[in-house]
């Protein structure tokens, strides 16, 4: 076995002290290097309108954002003395559709995922540390990253009193990474070249990985990875699925009690649970009794019962209601997502976009400032990249992205497409016709989609928007011959969320794989990709995404948009309230002043 090194469990200094001044640069001592892996320290590093600690190669880790992180306006946040009890109602504004860690997301699903189970490792949502949570410490690493070696907390057990041992967890794990077909379970996309788990003893586990895994540490803290009882594990597709809710079994601070199909959840406060992450502030039982989750589909009726003192919070609070939430009863809490922007994937390999030309002109011809003024609030700031500003490996590539419509018209008469009677662009009898679909999780896509039309058709390109409901939007959007630009976004703290989003194994936001075929069209963009996953240094992996960046605006693959928060909507008495690092609820420490 390889010398194995420290992932860093001392917990290095965060990147900022509490006033917002940088630290000075700290270094920590080697450990376990060895030839063709130099720099085994965690150095904190200062970078403008951010900040990441880059720990050890596994544990790609820490970025604070000095823009859209998290904030509470008004007089809601942790004020006063604690108080246990009370039910919490939650509006939701839509209905969840799997309850699977690594199908959970979707932002409904991520939402009562992330209350009911645990994770080995907590991510710090402010500093985006890694640290301790069921696992004991933080994991041992061997050199190439291909080792990892959990040492687990005592005595957790989940809501039916089986305990959470490491037999458990490799259950969990081997489920995770390597997924089930026969039970229609996917695999996880936050693990990658997932091998197997082991059982060193009942309180340590070593997983073992077929290339490097570096960003396997940051994975075992996500949604994706929430721990689960094994009657749970034993499940398929359909019993993750509604109507199977109370049935799911973790070990986190609340358990479904009651569900009712669509329409809402309620989640109790486990009396017994004493295992939050130890750098929380609150330890033992949840200071809620219960969390009321309500569906609220129209935007209006969940602001307006947030508003009236019918609701305590709301999720997805719209740009024009923000002003709604400015006084001393209520207050914003605006939490960003960390990873690939709010924006729209062109499906190169279709006919009306396989020319560069045109993927340009689309670019040039689309106004994204006049899009953010005209539906937005300084919550969504303009993006200037795949990531946003806050996410590891961030670069700015909005060079590719000015707004020019002479040079979108030349662009698309040098591409050989001439205006027609009704002024839409057509080439060898075909019009220049792109459909969209709408991305019902995102904020205002319709609206979005519909500025976009008004935009292209200047230019002499027809944009339609695909209709339909959430699973409509979803078969729609894996066939090119529906959805040509796809609207979408990511949200996840580390490095390999540009994976998640674009790669064929992944969610193939770009229909690069065809999966009729088995044919890939850009075999440069997925071995970028696929180096951000498997390489084993920070340095490395940094390097790898910032390839990926600029072959994805060189290539005009994407347009980026805004940086998309979660934006939630509460009431003065709600105090503590938190969210995970992609914007996730997390209602753990929060409590009612009333």
Same mark, same amino acid.
């Given at each position: 076995?390889?010398?194995?090194?420290?992932?860093?469990?001392?917990?290095?200094?965060?990147?900022?002290?509490?006033?917002?001044?940088?630290?000075?640069?700290?270094?920590?001592?080697?450990?376990?290097?060895?030839?063709?892996?130099?720099?085994?320290?965690?150095?904190?590093?200062?970078?403008?309108?951010?900040?990441?600690?880059?720990?050890?190669?596994?544990?790609?880790?820490?970025?604070?954002?000095?823009?859209?992180?998290?904030?509470?306006?008004?007089?809601?946040?942790?004020?006063?003395?604690?108080?246990?009890?009370?039910?919490?109602?939650?509006?939701?504004?839509?209905?969840?559709?799997?309850?699977?860690?690594?199908?959970?997301?979707?932002?409904?699903?991520?939402?009562?995922?992330?209350?009911?189970?645990?994770?080995?490792?907590?991510?710090?949502?402010?500093?985006?540390?890694?640290?301790?949570?069921?696992?004991?410490?933080?994991?041992?690493?061997?050199?190439?990253? /291909? &080792?990892?070696?959990?040492?687990?907390?005592?005595?957790?057990?989940?809501?039916?009193?089986?305990?959470?041992?490491?037999?458990?967890?490799?259950?969990?794990?081997?489920?995770?990474?390597?997924?089930?077909?026969?039970?229609?379970?996917?695999?996880?996309?936050?693990?990658?070249?997932?091998?197997?788990?082991?059982?060193?003893?009942?309180?340590?586990?070593?997983?073992?990985?077929?290339?490097?895994?570096?960003?396997?540490?940051?994975?075992?803290?996500?949604?994706?990875?929430?721990?689960?009882?094994?009657?749970?594990?034993?499940?398929?597709?359909?019993?993750?699925?509604?109507? +199977?809710?109370?049935?799911?079994?973790?070990?986190?601070?609340?358990?479904?009690?009651?569900?009712?199909?669509?329409?809402?959840?309620?989640?109790?406060?486990?009396?017994?649970?004493?295992?939050?992450?130890?750098?929380?502030?609150?330890?033992?039982?949840?200071?809620?009794?219960?969390?009321?989750?309500?569906?609220?589909? &129209?935007?209006?009726?969940?602001?307006? /019962?947030?508003?009236?003192?019918?609701?305590?919070?709301?999720?997805?609070?719209?740009?024009?209601?923000?002003?709604?939430?400015?006084?001393?009863?209520?207050?914003?809490?605006?939490?960003?997502?960390?990873?690939?922007?709010?924006?729209?994937?062109?499906?190169?390999?279709?006919?009306?976009?396989?020319?560069?030309?045109?993927?340009?002109?689309?670019?040039?011809?689309?106004?994204?400032?006049?899009?953010?003024? /005209?539906?937005?609030?300084?919550?969504?700031?303009?993006?200037?990249?795949?990531?946003?500003? /806050?996410?590891?490996?961030?670069?700015?590539?909005?060079?590719?992205?000015?707004?020019?419509?002479?040079?979108?018209?030349?662009?698309?008469?040098?591409?050989?497409?001439?205006?027609?009677?009704?002024?839409?662009?057509?080439?060898?009898?075909?019009?220049?016709?792109?459909?969209?679909?709408?991305?019902?999780?995102?904020?205002?896509?319709?609206?979005?989609?519909?500025?976009?039309?008004?935009?292209?058709?200047?230019?002499?390109?027809?944009?339609?928007?695909?209709?339909?409901?959430?699973?409509?939007?979803?078969?729609?959007?894996?066939?090119?011959?529906?959805?040509?630009?796809?609207?979408?976004?990511?949200?996840?703290?580390?490095?390999?969320?540009?994976?998640?989003?674009?790669?064929?194994?992944?969610?193939?936001?770009?229909? +690069?794989?065809?999966?009729?075929?088995?044919?890939?069209?850009?075999?440069?963009?997925?071995?970028?990709?696929?180096?951000?996953?498997?390489?084993?240094?920070?340095?490395?992996?940094?390097?790898?995404?910032?390839?990926?960046?600029?072959?994805?605006?060189?290539?005009?693959?994407?347009?980026?948009?805004?940086? &998309?928060?979660?934006?939630?909507?509460?009431?003065? &008495?709600?105090?503590?309230?938190?969210?995970?690092?992609?914007?996730?609820?997390?209602?753990?420490?929060?409590?009612?002043?009333?």
């Amino acid at each position: 076995m390889k010398k194995e090194r420290s992932s860093g469990a001392d917990n290095p200094a965060r990147a900022e002290q509490a006033d917002g001044s940088p630290r000075h640069p700290r270094h920590y001592p080697a450990v376990g290097d060895g030839p063709g892996f130099p720099h085994r320290e965690v150095l904190v590093m200062a970078h403008s309108r951010r900040a990441f600690l880059a720990a050890s190669a596994s544990i790609a880790v820490a970025t604070l954002a000095a823009g859209c992180s998290s904030r509470t306006a008004g007089n809601a946040g942790q004020l006063g003395e604690p108080r246990i009890g009370g039910t919490l109602i939650y509006l939701e504004p839509q209905t969840w559709t799997s309850l699977y860690p690594p199908s959970a997301g979707f932002y409904a699903n991520g939402g009562i995922v992330n209350n009911i189970t645990d994770r080995l490792l907590h991510q710090n949502p402010e500093t985006l540390e890694l640290e301790p949570w069921i696992a004991a410490e933080l994991p041992s690493v061997n050199e190439d990253a /291909t &080792e990892y070696t959990f040492k687990l907390r005592r005595g957790v057990t989940y809501s039916d009193g089986t305990p959470l041992d490491a037999a458990n967890v490799v259950k969990n794990f081997d489920l995770y990474g390597r997924g089930d077909a026969g039970k229609v379970l996917t695999a996880s996309e936050a693990i990658n070249n997932y091998d197997r788990g082991e059982v060193v003893d009942e309180h340590t586990v070593r997983f073992h990985f077929s290339a490097p895994a570096p960003g396997f540490a940051q994975a075992t803290s996500t949604i994706n990875s929430g721990l689960l009882s094994n009657a749970t594990l034993a499940k398929s597709n359909k019993g993750f699925g509604p109507g +199977n809710a109370k049935s799911i079994i973790g070990s986190g601070p609340f358990v479904i009690t009651e569900e009712k199909v669509g329409t809402e959840l309620r989640l109790a406060a486990r009396q017994d649970y004493s295992w939050a992450p130890p750098s929380s502030p609150h330890q033992g039982r949840p200071l809620l009794d219960e969390i009321n989750v309500v569906v609220t589909g &129209e935007d209006s009726v969940r602001v307006g /019962t947030v508003v009236a003192g019918q609701a305590n919070i709301a999720r997805q609070i719209e740009a024009p209601d923000e002003p709604q939430f400015s006084t001393e009863e209520l207050a914003l809490h605006v939490a960003a997502t960390n990873g690939v922007n709010n924006g729209l994937s062109f499906r190169f390999r279709t006919p009306q976009l396989s020319d560069i030309r045109v993927r340009q002109a689309i670019i040039a011809g689309i106004d994204r400032q006049a899009i953010v003024d /005209t539906l937005f609030t300084k919550s969504y700031p303009l993006a200037t990249g795949a990531l946003a500003r /806050t996410a590891l490996g961030h670069v700015d590539t909005s060079a590719n992205y000015v707004h020019d419509p002479a040079k979108a018209a030349a662009l698309l008469d040098q591409a050989g497409w001439t205006a027609g009677p009704d002024k839409i662009r057509v080439k060898d009898g075909r019009r220049l016709a792109l459909t969209f679909n709408e991305a019902l999780p995102q904020p205002r896509s319709k609206e979005v989609v519909t500025l976009i039309q008004a935009q292209l058709a200047k230019i002499g390109i027809q944009v339609e928007l695909f209709p339909g409901d959430y699973a409509a939007q979803t078969a729609a959007a894996l066939d090119p011959d529906q959805i040509q630009v796809y609207h979408s976004m990511v949200g996840r703290a580390d490095f390999d969320v540009l994976k998640s989003q674009y790669s064929s194994e992944n969610r193939n936001a770009l229909l +690069n794989l065809n999966t009729d075929e088995g044919s890939t069209g850009d075999g440069e963009l997925e071995a970028r990709l696929s180096a951000i996953a498997s390489r084993p240094t920070v340095e490395q992996r940094e390097q790898a995404s910032a390839a990926a960046q600029q072959w994805l605006a060189d290539q005009a693959y994407i347009l980026p948009i805004f940086e &998309e928060p979660q934006v939630f909507g509460l009431r003065a &008495e709600v105090r503590g309230f938190a969210t995970e690092s992609v914007g996730r609820p997390s209602f753990y420490r929060t409590w009612l002043n009333a």
